[in-house]
């Protein structure tokens, strides 16, 4: 129909009856106008259509998105709790555990350390008078 109305124009123009460029250039310059009012009409229309499609699914879904952020939220915050509570639970079952190893080791380590403590005393104090009376002896002879 467009291109109908354009051909319609140029027949027109070739009539001998339009005397000047004006009258020319003022029919251009309707038809380009009307042609202009049609596309931008045309292209409102589909964007209007756009927007209030797209507005409505927005509208729709927008609670839903919310609904489920809630949803994640809650169910990561209580995975957060159930593995800290775990986590707390692990750590003083081991401290439990360490402390009973330390308090039964800590007696045994003592009293190990107290044998050769005193063995080490025995020996250093057998050691010690034999040097001595071997000195003392020696000390008797000389003399």
Not at 91 to 106: D, H, P
Request: aromatic letters at 14%; glycine letters at 0%; one cysteine or more.
């Amino acid at each position: 129909m467009l291109v109908h109305s354009v051909m319609v124009v140029i027949k027109v123009s070739d009539c001998s009856h339009w005397k000047s460029r004006e009258t020319a250039r003022f029919v251009f310059s309707t038809i380009f106008n009307a042609i202009w009012a049609v596309i931008s009409t045309v292209c409102t229309a589909i964007y209007d259509t756009i927007s209030s499609i797209w507005n409505a699914i927005y509208s729709f879904i927008s609670p839903l998105l919310e609904a489920f952020q809630y949803l994640f939220e809650t169910i990561f915050q209580a995975i957060h709790i159930i593995i800290s509570n775990v986590m707390d639970w692990i750590s003083e079952k081991i401290q439990t555990i360490w402390n009973a190893i330390v308090a039964f080791l800590t007696p045994l380590l003592e009293g190990i350390k107290t044998f050769f403590e005193t063995v080490w005393n025995a020996i250093y104090t057998t050691i010690s008078t034999v040097l001595s009376t071997i000195s003392s002896v020696i000390s008797t002879v000389c003399m």
